[in-house]
């Protein structure tokens, strides 16, 4: 009995599932019937094509229109690598080719016209750069990549605005990195130069490139960023301390005037509260006594005793009040 009705059961759920297996079925063919039917329909349409006359009215219909200029991308199928150059340049030359191209497929190889007929820079930028820089392609090497300067072209030398000879870089950059490079000499003048520091590591041909201090030189401390240096210096001057603010870090000036840091911070005065860029302004600059605090012990004893120090000894070091206290 129990597996009667078993048996019965699973009949039913076969009949069930063929069922569902149909329906199913059915659906998917219908799916593929659809576009199959379209393309037997296109076959047909282009098989009656050739048997027919129209082939001649087609061919014809090719010359129905005016001819149109063609657009980049169709130079592009013969040139590719122009085109293919200007894509990818990020330049302000994606335009039309023949906006530069007015002349085109006119190189006569026997005429020696080729120079002739190829766009000028200066027609569109005039002497961009200025009478000194009349021949564009010697550094501009590729108008579909105006962008990509060979460094060989900017690093020649040649007559700059003081009449002295000097680097390519030096005429466009003169104010104000030229200048300064000339008038305040220091040691990156003579061991690296324009080119000695902005070169690339990885592309040494790429124009525009900044370096940092990093690349070179360690901090005077720890935890100094690139940023800060430029606080103090000027790469192009760098000799010429700038001037920097009231609350640098005595660590800093510490990192060499050592034994002065440590006589301030050891024997802790009033002076020893005060940055050491409160008291010298500027690098090298000695503020006197009297600027701070006038003639604090009567005309007498400041005529007899003009220098301070003599009581005083040493303003990062100062042992009178210490005793007296
Ligand atoms: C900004 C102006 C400019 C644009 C835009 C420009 N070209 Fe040029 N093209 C030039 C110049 C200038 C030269 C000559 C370069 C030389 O003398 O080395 C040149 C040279 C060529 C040459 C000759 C290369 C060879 O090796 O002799 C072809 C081909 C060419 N261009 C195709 C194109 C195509 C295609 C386009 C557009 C997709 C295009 N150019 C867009 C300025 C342009
Ligand atoms: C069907 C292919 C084809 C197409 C499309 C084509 N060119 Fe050319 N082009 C050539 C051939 C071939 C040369 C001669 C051989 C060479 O220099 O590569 C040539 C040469 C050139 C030159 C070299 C100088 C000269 O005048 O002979 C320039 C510039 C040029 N094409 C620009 C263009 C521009 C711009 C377009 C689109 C308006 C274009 N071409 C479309 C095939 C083509
Ligand atoms: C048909 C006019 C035309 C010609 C010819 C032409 N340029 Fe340009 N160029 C332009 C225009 C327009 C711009 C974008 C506007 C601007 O910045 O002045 C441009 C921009 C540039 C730029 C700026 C960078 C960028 O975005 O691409 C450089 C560099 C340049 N051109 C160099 C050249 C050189 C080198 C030549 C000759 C090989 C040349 N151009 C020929 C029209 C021209
Ligand atoms: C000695 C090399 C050199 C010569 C020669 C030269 N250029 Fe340049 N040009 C450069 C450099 C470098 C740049 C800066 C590119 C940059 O922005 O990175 C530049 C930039 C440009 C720019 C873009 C300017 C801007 O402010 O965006 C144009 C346009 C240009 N040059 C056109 C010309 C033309 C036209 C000539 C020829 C009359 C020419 N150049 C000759 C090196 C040169
Ligand atoms: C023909 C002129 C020209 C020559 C030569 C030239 N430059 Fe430039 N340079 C430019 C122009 C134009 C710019 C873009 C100016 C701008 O963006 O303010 C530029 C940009 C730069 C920048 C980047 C500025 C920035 O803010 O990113 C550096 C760095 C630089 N040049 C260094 C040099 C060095 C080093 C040389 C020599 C190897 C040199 N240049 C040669 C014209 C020139
Ligand atoms: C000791 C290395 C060094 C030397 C040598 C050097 N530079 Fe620089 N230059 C730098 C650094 C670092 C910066 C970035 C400074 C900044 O961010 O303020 C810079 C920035 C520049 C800039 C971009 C300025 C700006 O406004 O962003 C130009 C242009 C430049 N230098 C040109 C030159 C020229 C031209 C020479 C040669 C006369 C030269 N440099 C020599 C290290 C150097
Ligand atoms: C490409 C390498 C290079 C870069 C980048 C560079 N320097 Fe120098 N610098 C030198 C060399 C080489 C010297 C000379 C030897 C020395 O004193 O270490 C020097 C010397 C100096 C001097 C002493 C100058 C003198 O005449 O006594 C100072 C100050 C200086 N660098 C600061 C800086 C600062 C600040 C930066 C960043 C803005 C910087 N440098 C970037 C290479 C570099
Ligand atoms: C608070 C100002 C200040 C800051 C910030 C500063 N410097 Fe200096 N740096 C100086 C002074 C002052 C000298 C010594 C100048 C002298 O010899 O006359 C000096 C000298 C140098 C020298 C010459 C070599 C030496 O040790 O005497 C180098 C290199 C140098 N600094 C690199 C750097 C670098 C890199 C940074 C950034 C991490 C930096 N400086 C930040 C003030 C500063
Ligand atoms: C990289 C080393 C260095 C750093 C950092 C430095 N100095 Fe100097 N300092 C020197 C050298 C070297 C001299 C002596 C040569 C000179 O006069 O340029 C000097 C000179 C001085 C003098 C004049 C000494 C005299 O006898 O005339 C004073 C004042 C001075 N430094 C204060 C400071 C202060 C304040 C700071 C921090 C803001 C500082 N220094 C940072 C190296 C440094
Ligand atoms: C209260 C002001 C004051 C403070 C703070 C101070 N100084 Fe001075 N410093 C002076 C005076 C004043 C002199 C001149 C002393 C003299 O005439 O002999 C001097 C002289 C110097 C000198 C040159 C003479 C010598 O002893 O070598 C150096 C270098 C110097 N200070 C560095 C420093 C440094 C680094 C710090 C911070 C760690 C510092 N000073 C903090 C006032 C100050
Ligand atoms: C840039 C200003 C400045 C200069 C320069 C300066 N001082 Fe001072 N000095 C101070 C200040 C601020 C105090 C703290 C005053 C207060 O708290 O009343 C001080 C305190 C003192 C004290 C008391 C110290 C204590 O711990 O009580 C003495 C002593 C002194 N200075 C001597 C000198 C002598 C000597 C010189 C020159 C060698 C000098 N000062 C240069 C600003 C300066
Ligand atoms: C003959 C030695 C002598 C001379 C010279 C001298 N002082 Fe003093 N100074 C002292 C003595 C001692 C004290 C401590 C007095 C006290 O505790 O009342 C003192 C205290 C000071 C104080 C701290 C005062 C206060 O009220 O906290 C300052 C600031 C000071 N002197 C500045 C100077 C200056 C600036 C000069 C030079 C113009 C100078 N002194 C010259 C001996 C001298």
């Known amino acids: 009995m129990k597996n009667k009705l078993l048996a019965e059961g699973l009949l039913v759920l076969g009949i069930i599932a063929t069922l569902f297996l149909c329906v199913a079925c059915a659906k998917q063919v219908k799916e593929v019937a659809a576009p199959e039917k379209l393309q037997v329909a296109e076959a047909v349409a282009a098989q009656q094509g050739p048997s027919t006359p129209a082939p001649q009215a ?35 030359h994606r335009f039309d080719c023949l906006r ?17 007929i190829m766009p000028k820079c200066t027609r569109c930028h005039g002497l961009k750069h200025g009478k000194a820089f009349p021949k564009c392609l010697q550094c501009h090497t590729d108008p579909h990549s105006p962008l990509d300067i060979p460094f060989t072209g900017v ?25 300064q490079m000339q ?32 690349d070179c030189h360690e901090p005077h401390v720890q935890g100094q960023t690139y940023q800060d240096c430029l606080v103090c210096h000027n790469p192009h001057m760098a000799k010429n301390i700038l001037q920097y603010p009231e609350d ?78």
């Open 58 to 92: 087609d061919g014809v219909s090719l010359y129905q229109q005016e001819p149109r200029s063609l657009k980049p991308v169709e130079c592009g199928s013969c040139h590719k690598g122009e085109y293919t150059r200007l894509k990818n340049s990020n330049s302000k």
């Open 248 to 325: 640098t870090d005595n660590k800093v000036c510490g990192s060499c005037h050592d034994t002065i840091y440590e006589d301030l911070q050891r024997n802790h005065t009033k002076h020893s509260e005060l940055h050491c860029a409160e008291c010298h302004v500027r690098h090298g600059q000695i503020p006197k006594c009297q600027d701070c605090h006038g003639l604090p012990h009567g005309e007498a004893l400041h005529k007899r005793f003009p220098n301070c120090l003599k009581c005083h000894l040493d303003p990062h070091n100062l042992p009178v009040l210490k005793k007296s206290e």
């Open 155 to 179: 690093q020649k030398k040649m007559k700059g605005p003081n009449g002295k000879m000097v680097v390519a870089c030096e005429v466009c950059h003169w104010e104000p990195e030229g200048k």
């Open 183 to 214: 008038e305040h000499p220091c040691k990156h003048n003579t061991e690296e130069g324009c080119v000695g520091c902005h070169i690339d590591a990885i592309d040494a041909t790429k124009h525009g490139m900044k370096p940092t201090c990093f």
């Open 100 to 116: 530069c191209h007015t002349q085109l497929h006119a190189y006569i190889p026997p005429k020696h016209n080729y120079e002739e």
